[in-house]
């Protein structure tokens, strides 16, 4: 007995049939000689030899995880040795009991299969081999004409003199089609019992192999009455052939069936990012679309599985949690009014896979009343009380929603107690992205171009160009410090007038507020526009772009001074990538989605390292660093001080608060997160700042990454030398010694720390209001000072965010107009630092 006990086919087998071939060719004679030549078309059986069917592609993350395949079939090719003894024997007993014994057709089966059909006066029984089936997937059509009939038998024969029996198994069983989108033995195996095809059970095997011939009609899916039938069939097909004894017959069929999840398939995250990857194959030169869908390639990603998922929740959580600020809207859609059957209807978007926790599911209301909500999700009926709409401000339902509307229905997890709960929802309008690169190798480890790539395929991570707002500032001040300005330098922050051509350019701070002398430092972490204004104007549009250019930046940059305000579109991905060189000591790492691509064998077709370009000196890489880490401290971006040192990043809200950013960095992983609508003139809404939409988006993935224990707390950044870290007074940049205002340590190129000790005099003229520190001031080399008329303007610092009340240094705080203000009692004369 040969491996799976069974009897391979003898040379005196296959003598019998060729002698069969010859005998009817010479009975027929020339006249069917002449007819033959003219119907067979026989393939070379010699492809087989390299014959790879379909097979799937796949994408792992960078621990191997698979998250993403591509395939027209979906296969997974096994040798005979990881199929089941029991599938192998299922599969011949029902298909071709004689295969081990004939040489590609079977004589006997065709005449009883002749007989049986006249008998029943029509078609019961076929009489084609698993050669023939196998030479018919391969080589020919499904149409039914003689031609083929007779093509299909002498391939038969033909393959039978060029390979073993077992290769042809082997390749039949990776090329059956086997239901529900599944090819080969070992896709059906993991689809119907979550497992391996070589760890199926006699009751399984048969069910497998019962799906050959019928396998939709016979579907334990989709028909699981008809599909035990067809596996019982099959188990007894196997004890008339000998496979198995009794006791296992008796015992196998009377054995439930009990389907499986595989729980290695890929998991439904990361759609962007994949997508990203699918369309570089599709259009690579070296692959294309026939290696991308077929050849089974095995992409080795730079995503981090949980990192994704972390960015994927955070992100949807807050544009759930923003969106539901806005309100409720009443549904779109309404079955009834659509003549469609609330009871009867089916969403595309049901399945009978397990619920997922905080994702959205459409569900149909079958009624509203002061007790709350009956909807059906699928085949359940869910009672959602008041709880679960106590975010729409509703005491009831009523007169918001009927009978047929179509909604929302998510499943809440408590965080302590982890009961779910259905609630009511609504599909968010606004959208955002998150990018999350590796510092130093500039590995993409997570990539959300949205909320839900099933709704929406655009990449807002790639493919949209937003304007950046005040998170463009740290380019502006970054070409200053390579030109000598440093985080201790001011400038004076008042209404400014700066012409462009034959108009007048006038930037705003927020709130109209000015404070007068200020240094960068501060300027920079509370995001005030004026100071980032005048610094663009002295240093030079052409300096500004050509730095940003360095870090990476490739969008369009128009050389006007709004662009110091972020009036460019860029992407956030690039963003990103720009603001990695900061925290990687001033290099440039290009944004990495692939670690290399291998075929089926393993055989690496490319791989990638990083690819790296110096964008700035370390220095001042650092230096910006830590006055963005002011913001974190001290400014706008407060909110995220509570996170394990070291944080930094900075805050970008736009005119008419239509996009919201913040992107901050620690010394493992730079985050960007975007916020607004898909249509850019759309606002978010007053107050929609960076710091009160893209922040907490961005707090929640740091805390996921802190939890999942994937960076290291440390005090500082990486300090490169010729960096001094020296005491300033943060409102007038002078050494922190003397009576200052408020001393924080600074991080200054060595040779360019203050040397002017703080006075009581600068402390004086700080309280000041603006505009009457204006003769205390000596104005920087080309600084713009004509002053523009702004009778709403007031005293106070004009912080993109109310900063905190930190170290005994108020907030700014709405104040009225102040136009009429008395005027101080004048300090005695001063110089101020700078």
């Not at 929802?425 to 480890?445: F, M, N």
Request: charged share 20%; glycine share 8%.
């Amino acid at each position: 007995m040969t491996e799976h006990q069974l009897t391979p086919a003898t040379p005196r087998n296959r003598r019998k049939t060729q002698l069969l071939i010859i005998l009817v060719a010479l009975i027929l004679g020339i006249p069917a000689g002449f007819l033959f030549a003219r119907v067979i078309r026989v393939p070379m059986v010699k492809r087989l030899e390299d014959y790879q069917p379909a097979i799937i592609t796949r994408i792992y993350d960078r621990n191997g995880v698979p998250f993403a395949e591509y395939s027209i079939q979906r296969r997974i090719v096994v040798t005979m040795r990881d199929i089941s003894p029991f599938l192998v024997q299922a599969i011949i007993a029902t298909e071709d009991a004689d295969f081990y014994k004939h040489g590609g057709i079977n004589p006997k089966a065709i005449v009883r299969a002749a007989i049986n059909d006249l008998l029943a006066g029509k078609r019961v029984e076929g009489a084609s081999t698993l050669t023939q089936q196998l030479a018919k997937q391969v080589f020919l059509t499904p149409e039914k004409n003689l031609r083929r009939k007779i093509n299909e038998a002498f391939l038969a024969v033909d393959i039978e003199k060029n390979f073993t029996k077992n290769q042809i198994f082997e390749l039949y069983a990776n090329q059956a089609y086997l239901g529900h989108g599944a090819y080969g033995v070992e896709a059906a195996s993991r689809l119907y019992f979550g497992k391996h095809a070589k760890d199926l059970t006699l009751p399984e095997a048969a069910m497998v192999g019962g799906l050959v011939r019928t396998p939709m009609r016979d579907s334990p899916i989709n028909h699981p009455d008809a599909a035990l039938k067809r596996r019982n069939h099959v188990l007894k097909r196997m004890l008339d052939a000998g496979y198995i004894k009794r006791p296992q017959y008796l015992q196998a069929v009377n054995t439930p069936v009990v389907l499986g999840t595989y729980k290695e398939e890929a998991p439904r995250v990361g759609a962007y990012f994949s997508e990203e990857i699918r369309q570089y194959i599709e259009h690579a030169p070296q692959y294309g679309v026939e290696n991308l869908y077929q050849r089974g390639l095995k992409v080795y990603s730079t995503l981090d599985f949980r990192m994704q998922q972390a960015a994927e929740v955070s992100l949807q959580r807050g544009l759930r949690t923003f969106d539901h600020r806005r309100g409720f809207r009443k549904p779109a859609r309404n079955l009834i009014t659509e003549g469609i059957d609330p009871l009867t209807y089916k969403d595309p978007a049901w399945s009978n896979e397990p619920y997922q926790i905080d994702k959205l599911y459409p569900a149909v209301v079958l009624g509203v009343d002061t007790q709350g909500v009956t909807v059906r999700l699928n085949k359940e009926e869910l009672s959602l009380g008041a709880p679960s709409y106590k975010w729409t401000g509703k005491q009831t339902m009523a007169g918001s929603l009927r009978r047929g509307d179509l909604v929302y229905v998510r499943n809440d997890e408590d965080a302590k107690t982890h009961k779910h709960t259905w609630m009511l929802d609504q599909l968010p309008q606004v959208q955002g992205a998150v990018v999350i690169l590796d510092v130093k190798t500039g590995e993409i480890r997570a990539l959300v171009g949205g909320y839900d790539f099933a709704i929406s395929k655009f990449n807002r991570a790639t493919q949209s160009r937003r304007q950046t707002g005040s998170s463009f500032k740290p380019f502006v001040y970054g070409a200053a410090f390579e030109k000598g300005l440093t985080p201790a330098d001011t400038l004076f922050d008042a209404p400014i007038a700066i012409p462009v051509g034959n108009q007048i350019y006038a930037p705003k701070n927020y709130y109209g507020r000015y404070s007068g002398i200020v240094t960068i430092q501060r300027a920079l972490e509370l995001s005030i526009n004026v100071p980032a204004v005048k610094t663009y104007m002295m240093i030079g549009g052409d300096k500004v772009v050509d730095f940003a250019r360095r870090c990476g930046i490739t969008s369009q940059l128009e050389r006007y001074p709004s662009l110091a305000l972020g009036a460019a579109g860029v992407s956030p991905i690039e963003m990103t990538a720009a603001y990695n060189t900061f925290v990687n000591q001033g290099v440039y790492v290009k944004p990495q989605y692939v670690r290399r691509i291998t075929d089926q064998t393993g055989r690496v077709l490319e791989e990638h390292g990083p690819e790296l370009s110096e964008a700035m000196s370390a220095q001042v890489a650092f230096e910006l660093t830590h006055v963005m880490r002011g913001t974190v401290d001290r400014g706008t971006a407060y909110e995220a001080h509570t996170l394990a040192p070291p944080i930094a990043g900075k805050t970008g809200t736009t005119n008419a608060y239509t996009d919201a950013w913040f992107i901050g960095f620690s010394p493992e992983y730079t985050v960007s997160v975007w916020i607004g609508y898909d249509d850019p003139s759309r606002t978010l809404g007053g107050g929609a700042t960076g710091a009160a939409v893209a922040l907490p988006i961005w707090i929640d993935i740091f805390k996921q990454i802190d939890t999942m224990k994937l960076r290291t707390p440390r005090p500082e950044f990486d300090v490169p030398p010729g960096i001094v870290m020296a005491p300033m007074d943060l409102q007038s940049g002078r050494r922190g010694i003397g009576p200052c205002s408020r001393v924080i340590t600074e991080a200054f190129i060595a040779g360019q720390e203050p040397d002017k000790d703080c006075s009581g005099a600068t402390v004086a003229v700080s309280k000041l209001p603006y505009y009457l520190q204006r003769p205390f001031y000596q104005p920087k080399e080309s600084e713009p000072t004509q002053a523009a008329n702004d009778a709403s303007a007031q005293s106070g610092e004009g912080a993109e965010s109310p900063a905190p009340d930190v170290e005994g240094e108020p907030a700014p705080k709405e104040s009225a107009p102040m136009p009429n203000v008395p005027p101080a009692p004048k300090p005695p004369p001063t110089s101020t630092s700078g």
